[in-house]
């Protein structure tokens, strides 16, 4: 889309960036919106067309920050329209890219740039799958800084079943349909790109980089130090068992999985030439469809139906790597009993919509080579996180206990690193990696 620039906010405050795609000037911070009113939201939503050029943004009725997720500030947004339209939402959803109160956040700023762009490519009337529909987006890639208006999700209401926190699932009813749902979603999206089907924008915004994508699943560590890691995991399984199934803490286990490290080094360049070697299973995707990522409503059948939210770092990927992401925060029994079911419902729905169909088993090592590399690479640091932000970790039960419900970061770093090590002992990962020399 080509814009007019005249209308540049050429004010030196820096607390207002011109941005690249609407070529306005946008806010900041939450504060600096706020500042803007209903003149600056007005003008966005008439720049990106979400608005007729005979309405406005009467008044803002509330405004509220919500506090969840990391990296940018966020902001919930009640606003009212000088012409009422039922396909105007009220309640918005705002995400900056720019946290000033948290620098480690806010060096993941330039994560909005293709979040942005894909925020605002997603407002084709056929674009493939649900997503919140998009009134604004914009960023300054210089400096990263850049906002997206979007509408509010109504967890919990108007039909729509409440937010499912990560890796909870245990609490999540019917978690096997869950997925069925989200991995359908994921292969119309990556099939219909396949197919030549999304707009234009998505090649041109989103090149695939091959060498870039492999890099993801470097070790970034030699031997000895992964080995060093690999020990300190198991010293933490040994002193906290309740947090850890019985067939991750056995010494025999232990001897196993470090065994099997030298074996994975040895591997690393095999490993990524698999994961990158077949164009067929590359394709615009989500790569966290995590399924708090998500929304779920039962369609006018009964149907379970899925949308996705928190487009960050989308883009031409494996959709191996797309399908871990999407059940890395799912429970043992989903990896353990129901794998195959899963990745038969990406095969089939990818295929329906136009991509190339995939082979069952070329799937699943794909998807169990993500876990041995990713895991090795990423995982076995999740003992110092968790004795950082827990203080009394030998008063937890188990990995369900209310420490974990209100700390997210040790629930997800202890959550991936129990799901890497049941994989790798009910998968027997050591044996896989050796298969493929």
């Known amino acids: 889309m080509n814009f007019d620039r005249s209308e540049q906010d050429d004010s030196a405050d820096k607390r207002w960036v011109t941005g690249e795609i609407f070529g306005i000037g946008i806010p900041a911070d939450i504060e600096t919106l706020i500042s803007g009113g209903t003149d600056f939201l007005t003008k966005a939503f008439h720049r990106s067309q979400a608005l007729a050029a005979d309405n406005r943004v009467s008044a803002i009725i509330d405004a509220k920050e919500f506090l969840g997720g990391g990296t940018g500030k966020k902001l919930?947004?009640?606003?009212?329209?000088?012409?009422?339209?039922?396909t105007l939402p009220e309640r918005l959803f705002i995400k900056f890219s720019r946290n000033f109160d948290n620098e480690l956040w806010d060096r993941g700023r330039f994560m909005m740039i293709s979040e942005a762009n894909f925020a605002v490519l997603s407002r084709s009337p056929d674009f493939p799958i649900a997503v919140p529909a998009c009134l604004f987006a914009d960023v300054d890639p210089e400096s990263a800084t850049g906002l997206i208006i979007t509408e509010c999700i109504s967890y919990g209401r108007n039909g729509v079943e409440a937010l499912y926190p990560k890796c909870m699932d245990y609490r999540v009813p019917d978690q096997l349909g869950h997925y069925k749902a989200i991995l359908k979603g994921l292969a119309t999206l990556s099939g219909t790109h396949r197919d030549n089907r999304l707009p234009p924008g998505f090649d041109s915004k989103f090149p695939y980089?091959?060498?870039?994508?492999?890099?993801?699943?470097?070790?970034?560590?030699?031997?000895?130090?992964?080995?060093?890691?690999?020990?300190?995991m198991f010293d933490f399984v040994a002193?906290?068992?309740?947090?850890?199934?019985?067939?991750?803490?056995?010494?025999?286990?232990?001897?196993?999985?470090?065994?099997?490290?030298?074996?994975?080094?040895?591997?690393?360049?095999?490993?990524?030439?698999?994961?990158?070697?077949?164009?067929?299973?590359?394709?615009?995707?989500h790569w966290n469809a995590n399924i708090d990522n998500c929304w779920f409503w039962k369609d006018a059948q009964g149907t379970l139906q899925c949308g996705f939210i928190d487009w960050a770092n989308a883009g031409k990927i494996s959709v191996a790597q797309s399908i871990n992401g999407a059940i890395s925060g799912a429970e043992p029994d989903i990896w353990n009993k129901h794998l195959d079911e899963l990745l038969t419902v990406f095969i089939e729905e990818y295929a329906a919509q136009g991509g190339p169909?995939?082979?069952?088993?070329?799937?699943?090592?794909?998807?169990?080579?993500?876990?041995?590399?990713g895991g090795v690479a990423y995982g076995m640091g999740a003992p110092i996180a968790i004795e950082r932000d827990i203080d009394d970790i030998d008063a937890l039960e188990s990995y369900q206990d209310d420490c974990f419900h209100k700390n997210e970061n040790a629930r997800i770093q202890l959550h991936m690193m129990r799901k890497m090590l049941d994989i790798w002992q009910t998968r027997k990962l050591g044996d896989v990696i050796r298969q493929l020399q």
């Not at 919930?76 to 039922?86: E, G, N």
């Not at 994508?213 to 690999?230: N, T």
């Open 209 to 232: 980089d091959p060498r870039m994508a492999s890099g993801k699943f470097a070790l970034h560590a030699p031997e000895e130090k992964i080995l060093q890691r690999a020990n300190r």
């Open 357 to 373: 169909r995939l082979s069952l088993d070329e799937l699943r090592l794909h998807v169990l080579l993500i876990v041995a590399a």
């Open 76 to 86: 919930l947004l009640t606003v009212a329209y000088q012409l009422p339209d039922p």
């Open 239 to 285: 002193r906290y068992p309740r947090l850890f199934p019985d067939n991750v803490r056995t010494d025999e286990f232990r001897r196993q999985f470090i065994r099997d490290i030298p074996d994975l080094v040895a591997a690393e360049d095999r490993i990524r030439d698999i994961l990158f070697g077949n164009p067929d299973f590359v394709a615009f995707a």
